[in-house]
């Protein structure tokens, strides 16, 4: 079907809000991949799963952010208590199975104000 | 720890020219990508290398691996405009079996014509 969707694309928010970031992978991707790219930068890894399993979360830089992907489908990443350093471009990917190329959706762009 | 590094950082270049971009990486790795990124978009897969001395072809886009020198290299042949854009290296890493990938820093090539 259609490539990674994610939305919002812009999310402007205050600081001390919770935000939501929604991934929708391509159909039928086991693996899901949650990455945060500053400008001028490679994406930094956040966390992964396959189907609904979280695998590995090494790469949440605290507690105030996790992810879920209850069905195996859709994934949330959530960001409590925002600070101004969470802004950042957060990008998901997805691929056929583990260890398989991964496909980027186009970004949500946060910015905490 | 596995580190990923890319040269040059930046590369300003004649329509027309050949060049190459260079990614080196500190330990074994399984496989070996290729991304390119627009400006303000988001990260498009070029090439995945599985195997010592695998080379894949694109266009005017060649990628290479030496799994031995731990090098991968992205030739241009004969510059467009249109190549324009970042290129990043990415790696498996081998001590994680949930496929993280460690990134490269980019290679931000300008075609001019």
């Known amino acids: 079907g259609a490539g990674v969707s994610q939305s919002p694309r812009y999310k402007v928010t205050k600081r001390g809000q919770d935000v939501a970031l929604r991934c929708d992978p391509i159909?039928?991707?086991?693996?899901l991949y949650w990455y945060r790219q500053a400008l001028g930068q490679g994406p930094e890894f956040l966390t992964y799963?396959?189907?609904?399993?979280?695998?590995?979360k090494s790469g949440l830089p605290n507690d105030r952010f996790s992810a879920e992907r209850p069905e195996g489908s859709i994934s949330t990443l959530t960001i409590q208590r925002t600070e101004q350093r969470d802004s950042a471009m957060y990008r998901c990917?997805?691929?056929?199975?583990?260890?398989?190329?991964?496909?980027f959706g186009p970004g949500t762009r946060l910015l905490v104000l | 720890e596995l580190k990923v590094e890319q040269n040059p950082l930046f590369l300003s270049m004649q329509e027309g020219k050949n060049y190459t971009i260079y990614c080196n990486y500190s330990?074994?790795?399984?496989?070996l990508y290729w991304y390119r990124q627009d400006p303000g978009k988001s990260l498009e897969s070029l090439f995945v290398?599985?195997?010592n001395g695998a080379v894949k072809q694109e266009g005017r886009l060649m990628a290479s691996l030496d799994t031995k020198a731990r090098l991968s290299t992205l030739h241009i042949t004969a510059a467009v405009h249109d190549l324009s854009a970042t290129y990043f290296c990415?790696?498996?890493?081998?001590?994680?079996?949930?496929?993280?990938?460690?990134w490269g820093a980019g290679t931000k090539l300008i075609i001019k014509p």
């Open positions: 990917a997805s691929s056929l199975s583990p260890g398989e190329t991964q496909y």
């Open positions: 159909s039928g991707h086991v693996s």
């Open positions: 799963f396959n189907y609904e399993a979280q695998q590995d």
């Open positions: 330990t074994t790795s399984d496989r």
């Open positions: 290398l599985l195997s």
């Open positions: 990415a790696v498996d890493n081998p001590m994680d079996s949930n496929y993280q990938l460690i």
